[in-house]
């Protein structure tokens, strides 16, 4: 993971140089609506994301827009047939690779890959909360797409959706139970600001 710091950052520093490059920092808000397949009531979990990001103008309309991101995804539930309350928590290291389109001065529409290295996976029930990170794979990948809106030179308001790929439950192995299918869903909302 520190080799794909490393890549990103020095990524930014040489496009940076070339110009026609803004760089800047953005967080917000987490609406968490994942699946797993199991036999549970889902409920919404509210969360947060944070980190970095960098525009580099493709042309007069088109930029690509790679971030760095700390994001917590997961879900709440309630077990059918129990009256166990419960969530799962699962913090991840993103790296949205966006192309965005400058529809206007003020509005842009924004998808593009996203790809994410689990940090650590929490469960929290009745029992108390315990570390579930090796029932899931370290590594997920999905689809971002959405709009921002400049409210000023600085200052952007975002709104995305992350639709996952990657199966959400694995066993203590790592060995993926084929028949439980699931992902993650967010819904984005944050701001962005420029730093340069």
């Known amino acids: 993971m520190k080799k794909v710091c490393f890549f990103f950052f020095t990524f930014l ?3 940076y140089c070339l ?6 920092v953005k967080g917000g808000l987490n609406i968490n609506e994942a699946e797993d397949g199991l036999d549970l009531r ?6 947060y994301h944070g980190g970095l990001f960098f525009q580099q103008k493709l042309g007069k309309k088109l930029f690509f827009q790679p971030e760095l991101l700390y994001s917590s995804k997961g879900y709440r539930y ?3 047939g129990f009256p166990i309350d419960g969530a799962k928590r699962m913090n991840y290291l993103s790296v949205p690779l966006l192309i965005g389109y400058q529809a206007s ?8 890959p996203e790809f994410d290295y689990l940090l650590r996976a ?3 029930g009745d029992g108390g909360v315990s570390k579930v990170t090796a029932y899931y794979p370290r590594f997920d990948a999905g689809l971002d797409f959405g709009a921002a809106y400049k409210l000023s030179k600085k200052l952007s308001a975002e709104l995305l959706y ?3 790929f990657n199966t959400l439950y694995y066993s ?8 439980v299918k699931g992902r993650n869903k967010v819904f984005q909302a944050g701001v962005s600001y420029r730093l340069l």
């Open 13 to 15: 520093s040489i496009q």
């Open 19 to 24: 110009g026609q490059s803004s760089f800047g």
């Open 42 to 47: 889902k409920k919404t979990r509210f969360a």
């Open 78 to 80: 309630t077990s059918i």
């Open 105 to 112: 001065s003020h509005l842009s529409f924004l998808f593009g």
């Open 122 to 124: 929490g469960h929290r």
């Open 162 to 164: 992350y639709y996952g």
């Open 172 to 179: 203590n192995r790592g060995v993926s139970y084929g028949y």
